[in-house]
């Protein structure tokens, strides 16, 4: 690479069961104005735009046109949109950085899935002729895959449960979580994983500044260093692939040069319990690695926004002076069938 | 900081017709994605990401279809990014793709977008609930038509200039074998006695709906010189946005159009496009669009576009051809609107276009746009590779 990137700024909403109250717009805004102040940026001095939602949480065409206009985006702004989680919007911004066209970008993503059925709105990412039609539904995939580790002996009910317990004991310690503290395991929701297993069902919004090399130290007194990012796709019907395993997670943690040094912490996109058993195979993390100090995805998991919270988190950690190098990873459709990893570094101290 | 060059060397488009029944959408999208790289010579293996876009997923009523397409689009294991800019993602799409072979990360990238527009129904897809939107706007002829009222009163343009614009691009498409309408017996009278829909916009000056997919691949220097036939190569390229609606809002000839334009010359020096670009492909989805673009994006001074159309200028055998492909006139699966724009730009400076080829193509500027005239991307491509 040529040109060093850096995550200079990040903010979040506090992820919330319902926002009947407030439009994508409104729940946009304060994030947006929150990112621009860390850095004292204006939208008119930002290069580059870069979003990332869903049309069918919104539950109408287009919505992320309305929501453009919580950026202010006048005059006319280098603009585009993914319709997948922000860390793909990061990423997109990131080549745009690279290629020299622009030395800042803002990106953001948010998700309302107060709006429906989460569960039922989820299988209308499957294949729409032969498994759609069947209305299988995100806990229950997600259930295939943790009875496949069972079977495999990768883990049991107990280390799941230990999983989701800790995740919601760190997530006391971070405000914008939906579920901190002491959650009850609760009852199977589809066997093997009960209520502490899968993710709560909530709205909220993020966003993250990029800077190009001097303009990231301007910025940023310790910016989160971009080394290497990288994302890869699996085949999507379920029965070609080995539930137990991800190994599009572990080509693009190569990719991005996560296995070069040891990282010290990992912010890792696994909405159920069982994904994080995974996740952490994939990525080689042993003990010494702080995973999801945020309390990840069972805390708080607000569609198309939790992949880019997870970035966030650790280039927040890295800002702080709490993390030297630290791993992102994002999802994306069924079961882990698409993942993003991201190194971030700080500058030694 | 010095970019990749990048060069066009594979370009694939289905026969785009009103339903492909025969096909499902994983069909569609390996049709022209095979075509593409039948055209470049090269396999699924050399392909190192995928870049796809198409408009609402609403459309086709799957939720964010990427997913589902990765294993038709040979993207298993390889980076797979799913782009969604309104009308205007076709180019947006192509554009993306680009940014990765011009940033370095990927050396030749397969981009596609496309729309099964018979696999649900596109007036329900756009029609937005309230209170989102008000009711009354009747489709996006009912959003546009009062726009171009607009312009005709600003130009002083008679009102015979929209049906030139059909007539012309239904023609043209008669020359295109991938078109979809093909109205072999089209007579300028006939779209003068079409049914009057929102008014000034007739029945035959609209576009259709289509099934179609637009698929091309991408590559650096190293892949271009190992390509075996001539590469269009991108001499500028970029994409603006601004609000669908706010006071002060120029909707006949938006800002972001203008600038989205400026950038692309300033990127390919050229400093009179009138002179310097030799063709246009433009997204007209209703006619009076080609004079309004063509003053928008500084081809004719403000109130001036529509006697070019007069004189014939923008005809296939004209000084500046537009719509040599027949255009979203004649062929509008929705989200790969802007990407077939953007590739028969290319066909054209590669000389590769058939029967509607025109001559002296050197530079040719691919066109899209979206929303209510607030979302851009435009490409200039040449026969030659950048200097620099």
Same mark, same amino acid.
């Given at each position: 690479?040529?040109?060093?990137?850096?995550?200079?700024?990040?903010? +979040?909403?506090?992820?919330?069961?319902?926002?009947?109250?407030?439009?994508?717009?409104?729940?946009?805004?304060?994030?947006?104005?929150?990112?621009?102040?860390?850095?004292?940026?204006?939208?008119?001095?930002?290069?580059?735009?870069?979003?990332?939602?869903?049309?069918?949480?919104?539950?109408?065409?287009?919505?992320?046109?309305?929501?453009?206009?919580?950026?202010?985006?006048?005059?006319?702004?280098? #603009?585009?949109?993914?319709?997948?989680?922000?860390?793909?919007?990061?990423?997109?911004?990131?080549?745009?950085?690279?290629?020299?066209?622009?030395?800042?970008?803002?990106?953001?993503?948010?998700?309302?899935?107060?709006?429906?059925?989460?569960?039922?709105?989820?299988?209308?990412?499957? &294949?729409?002729?032969?498994?759609?039609?069947?209305?299988?539904?995100?806990?229950?995939?997600?259930?295939?895959?943790? +009875?496949?580790? !069972?079977?495999?002996?990768?883990?049991?009910?107990?280390?799941?449960?230990?999983?989701?317990?800790?995740?919601?004991?760190?997530?006391?310690?971070?405000?914008?979580?939906?579920?901190?503290?002491?959650?009850?395991?609760?009852?199977?929701?589809?066997?093997?994983?009960?209520?502490?297993?899968?993710?709560?069902?909530?709205?909220? %919004?993020?966003?993250?500044?990029?800077?190009?090399?001097?303009?990231?130290?301007?910025?940023?007194?310790?910016?989160?260093? !971009?080394?290497?990012?990288?994302?890869? !796709?699996?085949?999507?019907?379920?029965?070609?692939?080995?539930?137990?395993?991800?190994?599009?997670?572990?080509?693009?943690?190569?990719?991005?040069?996560?296995?070069?040094?040891?990282?010290?912490?990992?912010?890792?996109?696994?909405?159920?319990?069982?994904?994080?058993?995974?996740?952490?195979?994939?990525?080689?993390? *042993?003990?010494?690695?702080?995973?999801?100090?945020?309390?990840?995805?069972?805390?708080?998991?607000?569609?198309?926004?939790?992949?880019?919270?997870?970035?966030?988190?650790?280039?927040?950690?890295?800002?702080?002076?709490?993390?030297?190098?630290?791993?992102?990873?994002?999802?994306?459709?069924?079961?882990?069938?698409?993942?993003?990893?991201?190194?971030?570094?700080?500058? /030694?101290? | 900081?010095? @970019?990749?060059?990048?060069?066009?060397?594979?370009?694939?488009?289905? @026969?785009?017709?009103?339903?492909?029944?025969?096909?499902?959408?994983?069909?569609?999208?390996?049709?022209?994605?095979?075509?593409?790289?039948? *055209?470049?010579?090269?396999?699924?293996?050399? !392909?190192?990401?995928?870049?796809?876009?198409?408009?609402?997923?609403?459309?086709?009523?799957?939720?964010?279809? #990427?997913?589902?397409?990765?294993?038709?689009?040979?993207?298993?294991? @390889?980076?797979?990014?799913?782009?969604?800019?309104?009308?205007?993602?076709?180019?947006?799409?192509?554009?993306?793709?680009?940014?990765?072979?011009? %940033?370095?990360?990927?050396?030749?990238?397969?981009?596609?977008?496309?729309? @099964?527009?018979?696999?649900?129904?596109?007036?329900?897809?756009?029609?937005?609930?309230?209170?989102?939107?008000?009711?009354?706007?009747?489709?996006?002829?009912?959003?546009?038509?009062?726009?171009?009222? %607009?312009?005709?009163?600003?130009?002083?343009?008679?009102?015979?200039?929209?049906?030139?614009?059909?007539?012309? &691009?239904?023609?043209?498409?008669?020359?295109?074998?991938?078109?979809?309408?093909?109205?072999? *017996?089209?007579?300028?009278?006939?779209?003068?006695?079409?049914?009057?829909?929102?008014?000034?916009?007739?029945?035959?000056?609209?576009?259709?709906?289509?099934?179609?997919?637009?698929?091309?691949?991408?590559?650096?220097?190293?892949?271009?010189?190992?390509?075996?036939?001539?590469? %269009?190569?991108?001499?500028?390229?970029?994409?603006?946005?601004?609000?669908?609606?706010?006071?002060?809002?120029?909707?006949?000839?938006?800002?972001?159009?203008?600038?989205?334009?400026?950038?692309?010359?300033?990127?390919?020096?050229?400093?009179?496009?009138?002179?310097?670009?030799?063709?246009? #492909?433009?997204?007209?989805?209703?006619?009076?669009?080609?004079?309004?673009?063509?003053?928008?994006?500084?081809?004719?001074?403000?109130?001036?576009?529509?006697?070019?159309?007069?004189?014939?200028?923008?005809?296939?055998?004209?000084?500046?051809?537009?719509?040599?492909?027949?255009?979203?006139?004649?062929?509008?699966?929705?989200?790969?609107?802007?990407?077939?724009?953007?590739?028969?730009?290319?066909?054209?400076?590669?000389?590769?276009?058939? #029967?509607?080829?025109?001559?002296?193509?050197?530079?040719?500027?691919?066109?899209?746009?979206?929303?209510?005239?607030?979302?851009?991307?435009?490409?200039?491509?040449?026969?030659? /590779?950048?200097?620099?």
């Amino acid at each position: 690479m040529t040109r060093d990137i850096a995550v200079v700024a990040f903010a +979040q909403t506090d992820v919330l069961r319902t926002t009947d109250e407030l439009s994508e717009v409104e729940m946009l805004m304060p994030v947006l104005h929150s990112v621009l102040d860390r850095t004292g940026l204006k939208t008119a001095d930002i290069g580059f735009t870069c979003s990332g939602s869903s049309d069918y949480l919104a539950g109408r065409a287009f919505s992320f046109t309305l929501a453009l206009d919580g950026v202010g985006a006048w005059p006319p702004i280098a #603009e585009s949109h993914v319709e997948m989680d922000g860390a793909w919007a990061l990423y997109e911004a990131w080549t745009k950085l690279l290629t020299g066209d622009a030395d800042t970008a803002l990106v953001y993503s948010y998700g309302k899935s107060s709006g429906g059925s989460l569960r039922d709105v989820l299988t209308r990412q499957l &294949d729409p002729y032969y498994v759609a039609p069947l209305w299988p539904d995100s806990v229950a995939l997600a259930a295939l895959q943790a +009875q496949a580790l !069972i079977d495999a002996g990768d883990t049991d009910e107990s280390a799941l449960a230990a999983i989701g317990a800790r995740s919601r004991r760190v997530a006391t310690l971070n405000s914008h979580a939906q579920l901190r503290g002491s959650v009850p395991q609760g009852d199977y929701v589809v066997r093997p994983l009960r209520t502490g297993d899968c993710p709560p069902v909530g709205d909220g %919004a993020a966003a993250v500044i990029l800077a190009a090399g001097e303009r990231a130290r301007e910025l940023c007194s310790r910016p989160a260093w !971009i080394r290497g990012i990288d994302h890869r !796709i699996e085949a999507h019907t379920l029965g070609v692939r080995d539930l137990t395993d991800s190994p599009s997670t572990r080509l693009a943690a190569e990719r991005a040069g996560a296995f070069e040094r040891p990282v010290d912490t990992a912010e890792l996109h696994a909405p159920f319990s069982a994904q994080e058993v995974v996740l952490r195979k994939a990525l080689r993390l *042993d003990d010494s690695v702080r995973v999801n100090l945020s309390g990840g995805a069972l805390a708080a998991n607000p569609m198309m926004a939790a992949g880019l919270v997870r970035v966030g988190e650790a280039a927040a950690r890295i800002h702080r002076g709490e993390s030297d190098r630290a791993l992102a990873h994002a999802t994306s459709g069924p079961c882990l069938q698409q993942n993003l990893v991201a190194v971030l570094e700080g500058e /030694p101290r | 900081m010095s @970019k990749e060059p990048v060069a066009v060397v594979g370009i694939g488009q289905t @026969k785009h017709v009103a339903a492909r029944r025969d096909v499902s959408i994983a069909g569609l999208v390996r049709e022209a994605a095979r075509r593409a790289l039948e *055209d470049a010579e090269l396999t699924w293996a050399d !392909i190192d990401a995928v870049v796809i876009g198409k408009a609402p997923d609403f459309f086709e009523g799957v939720m964010m279809p #990427e997913l589902y397409l990765a294993d038709a689009l040979g993207a298993v294991g @390889k980076p797979m990014l799913r782009v969604h800019t309104a009308g205007s993602v076709g180019g947006s799409t192509a554009l993306v793709a680009a940014q990765l072979v011009a %940033a370095r990360v990927h050396g030749t990238v397969l981009t596609l977008a496309f729309e @099964k527009q018979s696999e649900s129904n596109a007036m329900w897809g756009l029609s937005l609930p309230i209170p989102f939107q008000q009711p009354l706007l009747a489709g996006a002829g009912g959003f546009f038509a009062p726009h171009v009222r %607009a312009y005709m009163r600003r130009s002083g343009a008679p009102d015979t200039v929209g049906s030139l614009v059909a007539y012309k &691009d239904r023609r043209n498409a008669l020359k295109n074998p991938y078109a979809h309408l093909h109205e072999h *017996d089209i007579t300028l009278e006939k779209v003068q006695a079409s049914p009057m829909l929102w008014d000034p916009i007739r029945y035959s000056e609209t576009c259709p709906s289509s099934d179609g997919a637009c698929a091309m691949i991408l590559t650096d220097r190293a892949g271009a010189a190992r390509a075996p036939r001539p590469p %269009a190569w991108m001499l500028g390229g970029a994409m603006r946005s601004e609000p669908t609606l706010f006071a002060g809002k120029d909707a006949v000839s938006p800002r972001a159009g203008q600038d989205c334009a400026a950038d692309v010359y300033r990127q390919a020096g050229v400093t009179d496009p009138r002179r310097d670009i030799d063709a246009v #492909e433009l997204y007209v989805p209703f006619s009076w669009y080609e004079p309004m673009w063509l003053e928008n994006l500084g081809f004719a001074d403000e109130g001036e576009g529509w006697k070019l159309t007069e004189a014939g200028v923008t005809e296939l055998d004209g000084d500046l051809p537009v719509n040599m492909s027949g255009g979203v006139l004649s062929t509008n699966p929705i989200g790969a609107s802007g990407m077939i724009r953007f590739a028969e730009a290319a066909l054209q400076v590669r000389g590769q276009a058939g #029967e509607h080829q025109v001559e002296r193509a050197g530079k040719v500027l691919g066109h899209a746009y979206g929303g209510g005239s607030q979302f851009f991307s435009m490409w200039l491509v040449g026969a030659r /590779p950048p200097q620099s």
